[in-house]
């Protein structure tokens, strides 16, 4: 666990990082196929716990139950055009309120920096210097970063190195380029499984939660014609 060294509640010092946006999240091979993840869990979870609550309504309901799956009200569900623009009023409405949502909370302080999941690389010098370890400052950079997804405290230091010897964080360049598929998967699936990912698909499933909710209390006070 991270504690924060200072207050930075209503202090709103920071701006959008367009950089870190595009090249650490949208293009990040790890985001993408962790939002892939995300996308069909939320699927199968969705449709699995309907199912299984159907199967309890069936049991209290017993003959009054209706098992007719009935097809054609779904087809028409799909290819109706007042339904399809219902549906986009909702997904807009849904997406306004979740922008606000999003926006305020930021508004109310800036982010604390925390370490992140880096490598601190060590490799032999070059040809004439002396026998010994090193590391490379061409692949190191600050670790404390307020915006990356990589909030783990690990440190992976490389077998001759001791990281007491470290005088302070400096780690290999941050890079979304990986060796193998694996990699990415394995690194998708920790940033999903992992306490502070569990955290995050909360967040976000927190706000979705709450625009859905507060669209529906607005419609409850439509007057009806």
């Known amino acids: 666990m991270i504690l924060p060294t200072r207050n930075q509640l209503f202090v709103n010092t920071d701006q959008p990082d367009w950089d870190e946006m595009y090249n650490n ?31 309890v309504w069936a049991q209290i309901r017993g003959d009054q139950y209706d098992y007719n799956l009935n097809t054609t009200v779904l087809f028409n569900y799909v290819v109706s055009d007042t339904k399809a ?4 009023i ?10 606000i949502i999003f926006q ?3 508004s109310k302080g800036s982010p604390i920096p925390v370490p992140q999941k880096v490598d601190i690389v060590r490799g032999r ?11 490379r400052e061409d692949e190191i950079l600050q670790t404390f970063n307020v915006n990356s997804d990589q909030t783990s405290q690990k440190l992976k230091y490389g077998k001759e190195s001791d990281p007491e010897q470290v005088p302070y964080s400096r780690v290999k360049r941050h890079s979304s380029h990986y060796q193998t598929f694996t990699e990415i ?7 999903n499984l992992e306490p502070n990912g569990i955290g ?26």
Do not use: M
Request: glycine share 6%.
């Open 200 to 225: 995050r698909i909360f967040f976000l499933n927190t706000v979705q939660a709450a625009a859905q909710f507060i669209f529906w209390l607005a419609c409850t006070l439509l007057p009806r014609f």
């Open 185 to 191: 998967l394995i690194d998708a699936l920790n940033q």
């Open 104 to 106: 305020k909370l930021a």
């Open 25 to 55: 999240h949208f293009a990040n091979p790890v985001i993408q196929w962790r939002s892939f993840i995300g996308i069909l869990v939320q699927w199968v979870a969705s449709f699995a716990a309907w199912v299984l609550l159907g199967a």
């Open 125 to 135: 010098r070059e040809a004439g210097w002396k026998d010994g370890w090193e590391t």
């Open 90 to 99: 909702k997904a807009v409405g849904f997406g306004a309120i979740a922008i």
């Open 85 to 88: 623009t219902q549906n986009t």
